[in-house]
């Protein structure tokens, strides 16, 4: 017990754990297709409910996040993730983000969060991240998605999921409120 703990807390404090590159003719035996970290991504959804379309772009470890409901509500957040842990396809991150609403005036709030991913079949993940934060009875922001990725070739993706964005902030007499709930369907390109 005492050694998984300690290799625990080891894997915590370096921050990474990575698996061991295999030989190329090693890899070329794989059936599986191997992720690559790319360095930009952008991904397009839309909400089944109401069509509601939402843009994310990704450079890195920082991404934007743009849900665009009417000409007057609109949602973004600004987002930066750490990973904590990856092994085969599966793995944990952390992050933190600035969300804002700008509806009838505009309003920020930051949040903390964590993002689990799972390789379920070679070319087929799972997961699921939820980030928040809440100030009392001033307000409060929560976001929780869960979906699948199937990967067609290695650099596009195909998702499907639900979300739930619910974004409350009152200052003095405004309020300003954002619920965004439901399933979506969107494709990736990274570049």
């Known amino acids: ?25 090693v890899e070329e035996g794989i059936a599986s297709i191997k992720q690559e970290n790319f360095l930009f991504s952008a991904e397009s959804r839309v909400f089944a409910d109401d ?8 450079y890195k470890n920082i991404s934007l996040d743009w849900i665009h409901r009417d000409d007057a509500e609109n949602f ?28 009838k005036n505009f309003a920020v709030l930051p949040s903390v969060g964590i993002n689990l991913h799972m390789r379920i079949r070679p070319r087929l ?49 405004d309020r300003e409120n954002f619920v965004s709930s439901g399933v979506f369907a969107g494709v990736r390109y990274d570049f």
């Open 76 to 103: 973004f957040k600004v987002e930066v993730d750490e990973e904590i842990f990856s092994l085969m396809g599966t793995g944990v991150a952390w992050n933190v983000a600035l969300n804002a609403v700008d509806g």
């Open 51 to 58: 069509g509601t379309p939402e843009l994310l772009l990704k």
């Open 125 to 173: 993940d799972f997961y699921v991240q939820f980030s928040g934060l809440t100030l009392g009875r001033r307000g409060h922001f929560s976001d929780f998605e869960s979906g699948i990725k199937y990967f067609p070739q290695k650099n596009f993706s195909i998702s499907a999921g639900w979300r739930q964005a619910d974004f409350k902030l009152r200052r003095g007499g």
């Open 1 to 25: 017990m005492r050694k998984i703990l300690t290799t625990i807390i080891f894997i915590l404090l370096t921050n990474s754990a990575a698996a061991k590159e295999n030989p190329p003719e």
